[in-house]
């Protein structure tokens, strides 16, 4: 269990996907927790349990909310087409704000796209490219992140930097006010554009012993203009925080 990777949180993160990446072993279960700070105003911080279960094949992988497979691996490359679920989600009955109880709900979804990620003696770069397969948003994430890994005999640590771009239209539909939504809440109509999102990670992992893992992640994320110029949205930034514990066979 060497990191977490988050795509899409967006109540992890603008836009957010969790996954636990295994590691030589090719099976690894366990369980984790999310906390997710909520950017909505008056909105409420989210608790999400998850399992672990990762197994990286040939072909194939499942690493936790995430799946792919490969159509290309090799020692330092793999690119793969993969398919994730994004936990992003805002329900009305949530907040606390009588104008936020007036809008529309918008839903979790899935995502798919491509995956790739280039290991070095430098570093680590991970990409990702998905759309919302699901006709939830038709949005579209990309995400971009360059990692380093520190061993420190059982426990490793692995700072990270990136971005994450969100399409125009997965802005619009978490964080759009359409006119009818504005005429019942009270809130100014809004439309925006797509944006970036730059943020920073850590990663600390402990190996227990042979088979047992824990780790800790978190990545600080600041909004993008489109995103906090939103009648809905009333931070500028926001904290995800993941731990989990894992086995592997």
């Not at 799946?67 to 949530?94: I, R």
């Amino acid at each position: 269990m060497n990191y977490f990777k988050v795509t899409a949180l967006s109540a992890f993160l603008p836009c957010c996907f969790v996954a636990l990446a295994a590691q030589a072993n090719p099976l690894t279960l366990g369980a984790g927790l999310i906390y997710s700070q909520s950017p909505y105003k008056s909105g409420q911080d989210r608790y999400y349990p998850f399992p672990v279960i990762n197994y990286e094949g040939d072909s194939f992988y499942v690493r936790s909310l995430q799946a792919g497979y490969y159509l290309w691996k090799d020692h330092q490359d793999e690119l793969s087409l993969t398919v994730l679920g994004s936990p992003q989600n805002f329900d009305p009955d949530d907040v606390d704000s009588g104008d936020m109880k007036s809008l529309n709900k918008r839903r979790m979804t899935m995502m798919g796209g491509l995956a790739y990620r280039h290991t070095a003696d430098w570093g680590i770069v991970r990409t990702a490219l998905v759309g919302d397969v699901l006709n939830n948003s038709n949005g579209i994430i990309w995400d971009v992140t360059y990692l380093y890994r520190f061993e420190f005999g059982q426990f490793s640590l692995t700072p990270g930097i990136g971005a994450l771009w969100n399409s125009a239209n997965q802005n619009r539909y978490y964080y759009g006010i359409s006119s009818d939504e504005s005429r019942r809440s009270g809130l100014n109509s809004y439309d925006p554009k797509s944006s970036w999102s730059p943020y920073l990670e850590l990663t600390a992992g402990w190996k227990i012993d042979d088979n047992w893992n824990a780790m800790l992640s978190g990545r600080y994320s600041r909004l993008g203009g489109d995103i906090k110029d939103s009648p809905m949205v009333d931070n500028n930034a926001q904290m995800l925080l993941m731990t989990g514990v894992s086995y592997s066979f």
